[in-house]
Each structure stands twice: as structure tokens, then as C-alpha cells.
């Protein structure tokens, strides 16, 4: 009987991680703001400097979730088997909330439903709308990380990768149901990314069991998102070539929601799994101490292995400062480039279609950042060796390749620049959250990594207004700029940046290199046991 009751509850964590992965699927709604902003421009009488004031309170509002990670410690009881009403659900209510209040006000606020409300009410209803995304993402990321410790990598990698598809499949939707009709889809974005949540939230939990076949499954679900990114890839592409029918779009969007609903299989497979699972009931954690005391090494771990750091404790050590600085010149820079994609194609002589495109796959590379990198540097760690942090130092140092890419203003530059550019920006939203669990404990890590991010909206705002908008205004005759000139500081800047931020990545390898010693070798412990 109790081998029943645990083989059913290592099925019930699979649809836990299903049930994360629909979520992160209609999460990403702040990356279809190019949808909207024009209705939201012409209806409350914005000019462009307003309407660029409140995409900035998107970009905050995503990016500071502090407060859903407070709430995720909060709520999560240290018995996990007690974490049915608390934890994860009421994180992702609470994102819900915050959802639907948002963006029905911003709806409401379009269609005269309410009066027009003063710019910083509207700046205020767009971040309340972005800051559900954080909510979202605590409660799906952390819960991966704790149902797969051994496999946190690629776990987050899915987590992520999966809501950097979201825009594209949103904007799928868009274009399949309300095509041309933004002010319907605004009413859309209060509803669907709000009920999906409430629908599946109950199903979202953490589970201490652990079995041999979790990486074969794990890549089947990554096997599942690499088909379909490669299919919006393709859609995305063949759209822009021959503008799709009716028809076509239904059919096109019906095998999307197929490709969704695949990882379906994986759950029964499990079920019907005849051979004996091993499972082991302690956490990694509680192995971990175990085995230090084998070891007998308590005398002598550095600090950087003290588990379940808090937020202040953790900011009071040098690798969170560190991270954020890697992340502020990673993540900032990556957003400055995908903001400017328009003007930097406009300048450089690339047509409408061409810059759209561009835009449309950027999700495409986010996405392939985001899941590739947690799943190699997983593989790498544990086979290989390598410790995390050196993935850090090598997508930085590629992005800084990247930004000089751009700059030479050669052929084509800006589609292989922001391919390198897009993928090592995404790498940055699986690595950091990584790093931070493993470096600072689980117990507080969606507080930690959430205090982290806030470095994108920081290093955002520098480079974009700062580095990008100054530069651009100064080179701009008349009502524009056309040349490589426009651009070229710019992206040189941003290349030594991110060069530098590889440089401090560089420097937390060698301080928590034998930390990471030290996991690679519970790793094989617990190889040995199973």
C-alpha cells in the first residue's frame, strides 16, 4: 500500500510540472505590449514619451517580485506534505489577482468604462498587470527546483523557457481569434492568463519523492518544447512570407494546442511503469548534511555552504552583489537591444518586414537561452565537472561578441548579432535563479533570486535612456538618424559591459568553485545510492 500511495505521488509531481508549464504558457502577456500600445496611445492621448513612460512601469513591474518570494517563504510550511492549500496555490492566486485587476482597469480605462485616469493611474494599472508575471514565476520556478533538486538546471530552464514562448503563443492566439481587434484581446489578457492559474494552481506542489527515471523525463518535456519553438519558429516565419487565411490560422493555431497538450503522455507512461522505482524519501538537502557529517568536514565549510540563507544574510555576502552586477550588465543590456530593434533596423536600412521579423523571433531565441543553457550547464556540472557559474562567464563573454556584431553595422550583422545577443540574454533567466538556489539554499530562494532580477529594470534604464537614448538623440538630424553612426557607440559600450559582467561572473567561479566541489560530489553520493 505505501508503495502505491508513493508511486501515485510521484505521478501527481509530473502533473505538478505539467501543471506549472500550461501556467508560464499564458504568463508572458507584458511581451505582447506592442499589441495594445497603439489603442492604449490613441484612446488616452499619449504621446510617445508618455507611452514609453509606462512600458518602463511594465518593465519594473515584472522585474521586482520581492514580495512574491516573501510570500512563497511565507506560506510554504517546512512539512511539505502539509503544502496543499498554502505554497505554491496561494502564490499563484495572488498573481491571478493581480492579473485581472490590472489589466481589466487598463481595458476598462480604453473602452471609456471608467474616466480616463491621470498618467501615473495607467502607470500604476500596467505594473500591477506585469507584477502578476513575478507571482507566476516564483511559484512555477521554485516549486521545479524543489520537486527536481538533482536536476535544478534544466527544471528552471523549462520554467523559463516556456514563458519566454508564452508571447509568441499569445500573440498566436491574437492573431487567430482577435486579429485587428486589440481592444478584445486587452479584455483577453484579464481573463485568460487569470483563470488558467486558478484552474491549475491546486495542482501545483512541492513533493519530496524522487525517482530514477526523472531525467528521461525531464527530456521528454524538453524534447516537447524544442518542437515547439522550432514550430512558431517556422509559423512566425512563413506569416511574415504569405500573410495566412482564416483557415490557415485556425489549423495552424489547433496543432499548436496539440503540441501543448502532448506532455500528457508522459504522466500515464509513468503510471504504467512496471519496474520498481526507486524512491528515497529524504530531501537533498537533509543527504547533504549526511553527508558532511561522513565526511567530517563541519570544521572546515567555507560560508558559501551555509544552506537556507535569507534575503539580508544573502545580501551581506559578496557573491549576491556579484550576481546582480553580471545580471544588471547581462540582462540590461539584453533588454536595451530588443527595446531598439525597430530603430537600430530603421537606421541600418532593413524594411518593416524585416525588423518585425526580427522582433517576432526574438522570443524564439529568448527561449532556446533559457532552456539550453540550464540543460547543459546540469549536464556539464554533473559529468563534466563544471561548475555553473563558468556558463555565466561564457554567455556574457558571447553577448559581448554579440553587441559588437551589431555595432559593425556589417550585412546582416543585425540578424546574426541578435540571434547571439537574444539566446545569451535568455541563458541569464535559467543561470541566475540556478546559481542563486544552489549557492544560498532553496528555503528563501524565490525572495533571493527575485531581489536579484531587479537588476534588469536597473540595468535597463541605464543603457537604454542613459547609454542608447542619449547617444541616439545626439547623432539624430532632424526627425531621425540613418547610418551606422546612430548605433555603433552604443552597442561598443554595451559590449565592454557585458564583457565586464563577464569578468565578475568570472570571479564568482573561482569563490564558489569548492562549493561546487562539493555538490558534484553529493551528486555522485546519491548516484551510488540508487
Known amino acids: 500500500m505505501e508503495r502505491l500511495n508513493l508511486k501515485h505521488e510521484l505521478g501527481d509531481k509530473w502533473i505538478s510540472t505539467l501543471a506549472s508549464i500550461w501556467i508560464q504558457c499564458t504568463s508572458g502577456s507584458l511581451y505582447t505590449f506592442s499589441i495594445y500600445s497603439p489603442i492604449l496611445k490613441s484612446t488616452q492621448r499619449y ?44 502564490v499563484l492566486a495572488a498573481g491571478a ?28 494599472f500596467v505594473l500591477l498587470a506585469a507584477h502578476a508575471q513575478t507571482f507566476f514565476n516564483t511559484a512555477n520556478v521554485v516549486t521545479a527546483v524543489r520537486n527536481f533538486p538533482d536536476y535544478s538546471g534544466t527544471a528552471v530552464g523549462i520554467m523559463k523557457g516556456f514563458v519566454g514562448l508564452s508571447g509568441a503563443i ?60 522550432a514550430y512558431l519558429m517556422v509559423v512566425i516565419i512563413v506569416d511574415h512570407l504569405f500573410t495566412f487565411q482564416l483557415l490557415v ?26 519496474k520498481d522505482s526507486s ?68 537606421s541600418l536600412g532593413y524594411s518593416n518586414f524585416e525588423t518585425n521579423t526580427l522582433v517576432s523571433l526574438w522570443s524564439i531565441w529568448n527561449f532556446l537561452g533559457r532552456f539550453g543553457v540550464g540543460y547543459v550547464s546540469d549536464h556539464f556540472l554533473y559529468v563534466k565537472g563544471w561548475a555553473r557559474p563558468l556558463f555565466m562567464v561564457l554567455t556574457l563573454s558571447s553577448m559581448s561578441v554579440g553587441h559588437a556584431v551589431i555595432a559593425s553595422g556589417m550585412p546582416g550583422a543585425l540578424y546574426a548579432g541578435s540571434i547571439l545577443v537574444g539566446v545569451c540574454y535568455g541563458s541569464q533567466w535559467s543561470l541566475m535563479p540556478t546559481i542563486a538556489s544552489e549557492i544560498f539554499g532553496v528555503k528563501h530562494m524565490g525572495t533571493i533570486f527575485n531581489a536579484i532580477t531587479i537588476a534588469s529594470p536597473v540595468g535597463s534604464y541605464l543603457f537604454s535612456v542613459r547609454v542608447v537614448g542619449f547617444i541616439y538623440d545626439k547623432e539624430a538630424w532632424g526627425s531621425g538618424c540613418s547610418g551606422t553612426h546612430c548605433f555603433m557607440l552604443s552597442f561598443l559600450i554595451m559590449a565592454s559591459a557585458t564583457l565586464l559582467g563577464s569578468l565578475a561572473a568570472l570571479a564568482l567561479f573561482f569563490h564558489t568553485k569548492n562549493f561546487y566541489n562539493q555538490v558534484i560530489l553529493r551528486r555522485l553520493l546519491h548516484s551510488l545510492r540508487e
Not at 504621446?47 to 518593465?59: C, E, G, N, R, Y
Not at 490560422?249 to 512496471?274: G, H, K, N, Q, W
Open 249 to 274: 490560422r485556425i489549423a495552424t493555431f489547433v496543432v499548436l494546442l496539440l503540441l501543448l497538450s502532448s506532455p500528457l503522455c508522459i504522466v500515464p507512461s509513468l503510471r504504467a511503469r512496471e
Open 279 to 346: 524512491v528515497i524519501h529524504q530531501s537533498l538537502i537533509s543527504e547533504g548534511q549526511r553527508f558532511d557529517q561522513e565526511m567530517e568536514v563541519h570544521d572546515t565549510r567555507d560560508s558559501l555552504e551555509e544552506d537556507n540563507l535569507n534575503l539580508l544574510q544573502a545580501m551581506g555576502s559578496v557573491n549576491f552583489w556579484i550576481l546582480f552586477f553580471a545580471m544588471a550588465c547581462g540582462m540590461g543590456s539584453g533588454l536595451a537591444t530588443v527595446n531598439n530593434l525597430g530603430q537600430i533596423g530603421e
Open 170 to 229: 499569445l500573440i498566436q492566439f491574437y492573431e487567430t481569434i482577435f486579429h485587428n481587434k486589440p481592444t478584445s484581446y486587452l479584455l483577453v489578457l484579464a481573463l485568460l492568463p487569470t483563470i488558467n492559474p486558478l484552474l491549475l494552481m491546486w495542482f501545483v506542489r512541492i513533493y519530496d519523492t524522487k525517482e530514477q527515471e526523472e531525467k528521461k523525463l525531464l527530456n521528454a518535456i524538453s524534447c516537447v518544447a524544442l518542437l515547439l519553438a
Open 47 to 90: 504621446d510617445q514619451s508618455i507611452l514609453d513612460t509606462v512600458s518602463v512601469f511594465k518593465d519594473i513591474g515584472a522585474n521586482c517580485g520581492v514580495l512574491s518570494g516573501l510570500l512563497y517563504t511565507f506560506a510554504t510550511p517546512s512539512n511539505r506534505r502539509n503544502a496543499y492549500f498554502g505554497g505554491p496555490c496561494l
Open 97 to 124: 489577482i493581480q492579473c485581472f485587476m490590472g489589466y481589466f482597469l487598463i481595458w476598462a480605462s480604453v473602452v471609456g468604462l471608467i474616466p480616463r485616469p491621470p498618467i501615473v493611474g495607467m502607470c500604476f
